[in-house]
Structures are given as C-alpha cells and as structure tokens.
C-alpha cells in the first residue's frame, strides 16, 4: 500500500505545524509575561522593605537624637536655674548688708517676681 503525498495534505500539515508553533510562541508570551509582573512585583516589595527598614532606622535615630537633645536642654535649664537662684541670693545678700542701691532692689524684685512666675506658685 503506498500513500500519496498530496500538496494539501503538506499545506494542512504545515498550517497544523505553524498552529502549533503559534500556539506555542503566545504560551511562552504569556509565561514571560507573568514572569516579568511576578519579578517586577519581588523587586516592588523588596522596595518596600528597604524603604521601611531604612524608616525605622531613621526614627530611631532622629529618635536618639531627640532625647539627647532633651537631655541637654534639661542641663541647661537646670544650670539657668541655678543661676537665677544664685544671682539672687547675691542681690539679696547685697540688700540686706545695706549695700544694695533701688537699683539692685528692684532688680531683686524683679528677679523674684520672675522666679515666682517660671515657677507657677
């Protein structure tokens, strides 16, 4: 038994092969695709990631750096305080030895008004 090769039985075996071969190349479009998104996506995360880690690192630090700046505007308050009590005990030491002029006295007022006052009693 002997079979013919006709030309459309070729024209039908290479449309079905060229199908085929279609087929296969829009399969492979759309696994590419789907690869490009899904790694595009990882690196839209790891972004993200970074992002926030490198956030929190920030607030930590600005953080850190808040409290040391408390700290010191604590020291400096205190060291003011001290100050204005010393310098009023000078002008009080000077008035009641007589040596203080109205003057001292009303800068001693003064000072003491304002003690009174920052102090809120």
Do not use: P
């Amino acid at each position: 038994m002997q079979t013919e090769i006709t030309i459309q039985a070729l024209i039908q075996c290479g449309a079905i092969i060229m199908g085929a071969w279609g087929f296969y190349k829009i399969i492979m479009e759309i696994v590419k695709n789907i690869t490009e998104r899904h790694d595009r996506e990882q690196a839209w995360d790891k972004a993200v990631k970074d992002i926030s880690q490198e956030r929190s690192r920030l607030t930590e630090e600005f953080s850190a750096r808040l409290d040391e700046q408390d700290a010191r505007i604590q020291q400096l308050y205190s060291m003011m305080c001290m100050f204005m009590r010393s310098q009023n005990a000078i002008l009080e030491a000077l008035i009641e030895q007589g040596i203080g002029n109205g003057e001292i006295k009303a800068m001693h007022k003064e000072l003491n008004s304002y003690i009174v006052n920052q102090l809120g009693t």
